[in-house]
């Protein structure tokens, strides 16, 4: 047996004996998602294991060594007669446990490898409200930044052919590189299939301009009314505007691209009802609206992790805007 299915015999047995480290879970994972193969096995091998619960509790070193022990008795002793009911059951499933943990997945699984994966596997959903981000690791190891307002569903174990993430709203991508798993983000209007690669996507359901914008590696980005597709280099980022309808390119303003996850907020240009739904969303606030607001706001400003209370008096003072505090009620009047 090679060094490294004996690491990977070792963090199973670790896993079913609830004695795994964050770090070796991590190692499982990345070896779970490597092939169908892997996670049918790990499947199978816990499946029995969760039936010999009423067995007596002994260390794993002690119960792999009474196994192999009995179980070499037990081929030499068949040679002249067979004892039907000898083990037991439970240690006949020790056995084939051990069996399967070094000698691979063989004929036991047969054809309900597929089967047992698939009522494993379970989607999961991160969801932030209004003025909170938060990181997160997938299965495969990639991680994600995710925005306000955003959310994210991804299974818990990748399958050995494709690695399929869905968002609303903002995420950053860092891609664990893994050419023969290729990795999908799906939108309700995009889709984005990368290799190893960093990545910004920005649908957010109330703003009629979509993004994606690539920091290294490379992407392709399909959009569904128009089944179109582009490939997109390191630098560039492209636009689906009109109803998604078509696809456009354009060079990266790193800051306004990638800066929320570094806490810049930029306001580029834009109108009033741009500048309120991005507060709203940032700080995690209900604002309402007295008197009106000048049609030429056209606010550019840049802030690196400033406060709500910072920004508004800033604002005020440039454009004779008065506010009002309340927790989470935030009242502006012109």
Not at 146 to 158: D, G, K, Q, R, T
Request: no cysteine.
């Amino acid at each position: 047996m090679d060094e490294f299915q004996h690491d990977i015999d070792h963090l199973i047995l670790l896993y079913l004996e609830g004695k795994a480290s964050k770090k070796q879970m991590n190692a499982l994972n990345y070896w779970l998602s490597n092939s169908q193969e892997n996670k049918a096995t790990f499947d199978a091998i816990q499946k029995i294991w969760s039936s010999e619960a009423s067995m007596e509790v002994v260390s794993f070193k002690e119960k792999g060594d009474k196994i192999w022990a009995a179980s070499k008795e037990r081929k030499q002793e068949s040679k002249s007669t067979i004892h039907p009911t000898w083990y037991g059951y439970g240690s006949w499933v020790a056995v084939v446990i051990v069996l399967l943990l070094f000698t691979g997945i063989g004929v036991f699984l047969g054809a309900n490898k597929d089967v047992a994966l698939e009522n494993k596997i379970t989607w999961i959903k991160k969801e932030n409200p209004k003025g909170q981000k938060s990181t997160h690791q997938l299965p495969d190891g990639t991680k994600v930044w995710l925005n306000a307002m955003s959310s994210m569903e991804y299974p818990s174990i990748f399958s050995d052919s494709i690695r399929k993430v869905k968002i609303t709203g903002e995420a950053y991508f860092n891609v664990v590189s893994n050419p023969s798993q290729p990795f999908i983000v799906e939108s309700k209007s995009l889709k984005i299939e990368a290799l190893g690669t960093a990545f910004n996507v920005k649908t957010f359901p109330d703003e009629s301009t979509h993004v994606v914008s690539l920091m290294k590696g490379k992407v392709r980005v399909s959009n569904f009314p128009q089944n179109q597709s582009s490939l997109l280099d390191p630098g560039f980022e492209i636009v689906a505007e009109n109803e998604f309808e078509n696809l456009s390119l354009r060079r990266i303003d790193f800051e306004n691209s990638f800066g929320w996850k570094e806490g810049i907020l930029i306001f580029n240009g834009d109108d009033f009802f741009t500048f309120v739904r991005l507060i709203e969303r940032w700080f995690g606030v209900n604002i309402t609206v007295k008197g009106n607001p000048p049609s030429d706001w056209n606010i550019r400003a840049k802030y690196y992790n400033e406060s709500l209370t910072n920004v508004l008096r800033d604002i005020g003072f440039n454009k004779n805007l008065k506010f009002e505090l309340n927790k989470k009620e935030l009242f502006l009047e012109f």
